[in-house]
């Protein structure tokens, strides 16, 4: 286990880089360092841990090797638990995590918000949430719908349409029935770029 790989998984902004130790066709562990900490954090500690398991050591955006948000970006809690949500779905699980390690808060959110997706979590340090028993629900739903949100609209991006003006203010019409005609022209104005294409 002395041996690591390089791995990136693609987001929106760049990437979310990870250490990774052992067989990638091991019992998955996913590791999760602290607050301004990165991969590295885990490199005394893997050796020590039981073979056979994959263990992938991420750097949340911002940190270690992982690309930056975009200048102005919060680096909001729930965001690193967005991250974790993308390396999980990044297609080196061949099922749920088998088990995650962590020094944070991030993955302790992350597990109340996907337990399905966790089957063991092993805290090093964290803090118990501070949500009332009356609150957990309403909480859970809200903050998983933004995330799942989030990660819905990522994966359907595409290369913007061309349209015709004409086409392009229907279209805008359509997605906004309180403009009129005139309203959805002038927004266009500043709105849409016209290109040899539409």
Same mark, same amino acid.
Request: hydrophobic share 40%; charged share 20%; proline share 7%.
């Given at each position: 286990?002395?041996?690591?790989?390089?791995?990136?998984?693609?987001?929106?902004?760049?990437?979310?880089?990870?250490?990774?130790?052992?067989?990638?066709?091991?019992?998955?562990?996913?590791?999760?360092?602290?607050?301004? %900490?990165?991969?590295?954090?885990?490199?005394?500690?893997? &050796?020590?841990?039981?073979?056979?398991?994959?263990?992938?050591?991420?750097?949340?955006?911002?940190?270690?090797?992982?690309?930056?948000?975009?200048?102005?970006?919060?680096?909001?809690?729930?965001?690193?638990?967005? %991250?974790?949500?993308?390396?999980?779905?990044?297609?080196?699980?061949?099922?749920?995590?088998?088990?995650?390690?962590?020094?944070?808060?991030?993955?302790?959110?992350?597990?109340?918000?996907?337990?399905?997706?966790? %089957?063991?979590?092993?805290?090093?340090?964290?803090?118990?949430?501070?949500?009332? &028993?009356?609150?957990?629900?309403?909480?859970?739903?809200?903050?998983?719908?933004?995330?799942?949100?989030?990660?819905?609209?990522?994966?359907?991006?595409?290369?913007?349409?061309?349209?015709?003006?004409?086409?392009?203010?229907?279209?805008?019409?359509?997605?906004?029935?309180?403009?009129?005609?005139?309203?959805?022209?002038?927004?266009?104005?500043?709105?849409?770029?016209?290109?040899?294409?539409?």
């Amino acid at each position: 286990l002395g041996m690591f790989s390089e791995l990136k998984f693609p987001v929106p902004w760049g990437h979310v880089a990870a250490k990774a130790w052992g067989p990638s066709e091991g019992y998955p562990v996913l590791c999760l360092h602290g607050w301004l %900490d990165n991969a590295n954090t885990f490199d005394k500690l893997i &050796p020590l841990l039981p073979r056979g398991c994959f263990y992938v050591a991420m750097d949340f955006s911002g940190h270690g090797l992982s690309s930056h948000r975009p200048a102005g970006s919060p680096y909001h809690f729930l965001d690193y638990v967005s %991250d974790v949500r993308r390396v999980a779905a990044g297609g080196w699980l061949k099922g749920p995590l088998r088990g995650c390690l962590c020094r944070g808060f991030y993955i302790a959110s992350f597990c109340f918000l996907y337990p399905e997706m966790v %089957d063991k979590l092993i805290l090093l340090e964290n803090f118990g949430f501070l949500l009332g &028993p009356e609150d957990t629900e309403a909480w859970l739903k809200s903050k998983r719908m933004v995330i799942d949100r989030l990660l819905s609209l990522e994966a359907k991006q595409q290369t913007p349409k061309a349209r015709s003006p004409e086409a392009a203010l229907q279209r805008l019409l359509e997605a906004n029935r309180h403009l009129t005609a005139e309203g959805g022209a002038i927004l266009l104005q500043r709105g849409a770029t016209e290109t040899p294409a539409g």
